[in-house]
């Protein structure tokens, strides 16, 4: 039997523990075998098929090295929504109020959930870097570091936005719509299949573009597949936006979730 | 200690239902629950037991009304501690085994010291490594009671406790929350159960369709309700399959008008007695009589 007191002049507990929580989230993340294959292997697989053995100049490095960004940045992108989308499923548990009983705040929970979700997509970047440097992607080095670096931190925008969706629209469909609208979303930010045009000044306004564009700027310097330019601004503003619309979508969506229906 | 562990005042929360027309579902309660009381509070379903919960947690805003809990808002309480709950409809993680699960709160609260001795305390040593999902509803259930002990709280509010749970292990539950309570912690348990409150609680609060209808010492919302009941068997050839012959029960309640009763119904002495005529539905039973009798009963 534990001893228990009462003290009356206790206002604030001690100092959450996040890291044991995220590490925790993390494994169980981990055990899902079936979710992990489809989050880390598919986009290496797309990119053997659309980028292997292109070596045309792009930049300071080649095409497959473009393809292969392209495909790491899709990968983070489906690792942090589908990481964030198992926030659905732990809503329909109930587990929202559960924790809704623990000193965290809102924004923690976010926070902590992002973090388990780019745990993850530096699992998925790497693993896509690892299969494009084997198989003929080149270009600079520094490039590369910086491609990576811009990725990965860039996927955290996409951990919100799976939390976003997963929590505004419940239910069981939910991560299915979020993975769904991500290659609508792809496409549109100029990752599959170059635009130009209209469906480019389109797909500039689209949550992905910005990201993207971000994400292959270290190797184009701005340019893109079909001759037109991006000023750096343009990329910087568009993931800004987003970023913020995302978190406050998610916000009032952790909020609500709390409340009993 | 002089502050209440419990301050509601003129609690109101009201929902939209699905055809766009409002619910009532706490209308006006007041509640005042001193340290170290153990309070049962008790209804039938929808009576808005569970949302009253809610609000007393924090983790729904009254439309009306103020809360405090150790005399700060809900959210600061829990944030420090000092009020933990089981809830009805909160959940857990399948995937997640029995010890994940604690150690996952435990972080939360900062509180990873406590690991072991919930677990021992709720009773899971043996089931520690069992996934979630693989557990029995009365495990889930000690899982959650586990989880409510990790900040070490000086109150513990449970909605539903027992459900799901077998006559021993409903009765070690208890033995433990009176453990507790002997050591000084506040515990307020919602519940249908009539005969969890009868045993368990100091103190019954009655909540019917939103609305507080008897709030005082268990014993005395019981005889004051209860015993006032007069019972006697009726002849057998008025008794069918269906219920008593309505002709007869009318004669007898023409009977019993110059006497001055009024009411007539079928009912037992007990507790139950009571539950079903504060809780019932106001068209079917003489509302009239109940009001003085809630006097009699916090007196």
């Known amino acids: 039997m534990t001893a228990t007191t009462t003290a009356p002049t206790r206002t604030r507990g001690p100092r959450p523990a996040l890291g044991t929580y995220v590490a925790l989230d993390l494994r169980r993340q981990v055990r899902d075998r079936v979710g992990m294959f489809f989050i880390v292997a598919l986009p290496s697989f797309m990119y053997v098929v659309f980028g292997l053995g292109s070596d045309d100049r792009v930049g300071s490095g080649n095409v497959a090295m473009y393809v292969m960004t392209s495909m790491a940045t899709y990968a983070a992108v489906t690792a942090t929504t589908t990481v964030a989308g198992t926030a659905t499923v732990e809503q329909t548990m109930g587990w929202g109020r559960q924790l809704a009983l623990t000193p965290l705040r809102p924004l923690t929970i976010v926070g902590m959930k992002a973090a388990v979700a780019m745990a993850v997509a530096a699992v998925a970047v790497t693993l896509v870097f690892a299969v494009g440097a084997v198989t003929g992607a080149s270009g600079a080095a520094s490039d590369w570091v910086l491609s990576a670096l811009v990725i990965w931190i860039g996927s955290a925008m996409f951990a919100i936005y799976g939390l976003a969706i997963c929590l505004v629209f419940r239910g069981p469909n939910t991560p299915g719509i979020a993975s769904g609208l991500i290659v609508v979303m792809a496409f549109l930010g100029n990752l599959f299949t170059p635009m130009d045009g209209l469906m480019l000044d389109i797909g500039r306004l689209t949550p992905m573009y910005g990201f993207a564009a971000l994400a292959h700027y270290p190797q184009t310097d701005g340019w893109l597949p079909l001759g037109d330019h991006d000023p750096l601004w343009l990329p910087v503003a568009n993931v800004l936006a987003w970023t913020v619309i995302f978190s406050l979508l998610a916000l009032w969506g952790v909020r609500r979730s709390r409340a009993r229906t | ?299």
């Open chain 2, 1 to 299: 200690m002089n502050t209440p562990a419990i301050r509601a005042t003129g609690l109101r929360k009201t929902f939209r239902a699905g055809d766009g027309s409002t619910v009532v579902a706490v209308d006006d309660v007041d509640l005042t629950i001193a340290a170290g009381e153990i309070v049962a509070f008790l209804g039938p379903n929808g009576a808005g037991k569970t949302t009253t919960v809610d609000m007393l947690l924090g983790l729904t805003r009254p439309d009306a009304g103020t809360v405090e809990v150790y005399g700060v808002e809900p959210g600061a309480a829990v944030r420090a501690g000092r009020v933990s709950a089981v809830m009805q409809t909160g959940g857990l993680l399948p995937d997640f085994t029995v010890e994940e699960t604690v150690r996952a709160i435990a972080a939360t609260h900062g509180r990873s010291d406590r690991v072991a001795a919930v677990i021992e305390r709720a009773a899971l040593s043996e089931i520690a490594d069992r996934r979630v999902q693989a557990c029995s509803g009365g495990e889930q259930q000690r899982l959650k009671f586990a989880l409510a002990l990790v900040p070490d709280p000086d109150l513990v509010i449970l909605d539903e406790p027992t459900a799901g749970m077998d006559v021993a292990t409903r009765q070690h539950f208890w033995d433990t929350m009176r453990a507790d309570a002997a050591q000084g912690r506040t515990i307020v348990f919602a519940t249908h159960y009539l005969a969890e409150a009868d045993e368990f609680a100091e103190r019954t609060v009655l909540i019917a369709r939103g609305r507080i209808v008897a709030d005082g010492p268990t014993a005395d919302v019981r005889a004051s309700f209860g015993g006032r009941t007069v019972s006697f068997r009726p002849p057998d050839d008025v008794v069918r399959p269906d219920g008593l012959d309505p002709a007869w029960l009318a004669r007898v309640e023409q009977a019993l008008t110059p006497l001055g009763v009024t009411g007539v119904e079928v009912s037992s002495a007990s507790l139950e007695a009571a539950f079903l005529a504060l809780t019932g539905d106001a068209s079917l039973a003489d509302p009239a009589p109940t009001t003085p009798e809630l006097t009699g009963a916090t007196r």
